[in-house]
């Protein structure tokens, strides 16, 4: 299984930006896939899960703001960040993993991580 995430970098608070992950080699159809970050100097944190039904949780912190979505058929998960602040600054993760991942449990996959940075 490989994951792959695209589209951080740097913008101005209240600026917009949009993740892509790509999830491939998933062989059950049936999957829980997720952001997560981690701020500088802090642990990383869940922000939107989404699983095969479209049942989708978002962090309280971000919730508002940002949108997870996802391509069924391409294997791809979106998340949609606006009205970002600094506070959003952080390497952003894709992870993917069973469905009970959605509902706590762990992830077996992840990318590398991406970077935002957002500006006061």
């Known amino acids: 299984v490989q994951v792959v995430e695209s589209g951080g970098g740097s913008v101005q608070g209240g600026g917009s930006l949009r993740l892509s992950c790509v999830v491939s080699g998933y062989t059950d159809k049936f999957y829980c896939a997720a952001w997560f970050r981690q701020p500088p100097g802090k642990q990383r944190e869940r922000v939107a899960s989404?699983?095969?039904?479209?049942?989708?949780n978002l962090a309280d912190s971000v919730k508002g703001r940002f949108t997870i979505s996802r391509d069924y058929d391409n294997g791809t998960l979106y998340l949609q960040m606006d009205n970002l602040k600094p506070e959003d600054t952080a390497i952003y993760f894709c992870?993917?993993?069973?469905?009970?991942?959605?509902?706590?449990?762990?992830?077996?996959?992840w990318g590398q991580g991406t970077q935002v940075t957002v500006s006061s």
């Open positions: 992870a993917a993993g069973p469905l009970g991942s959605c509902w706590g449990g762990q992830f077996g996959y």
């Open positions: 989404r699983d095969s039904d479209g049942s989708t």
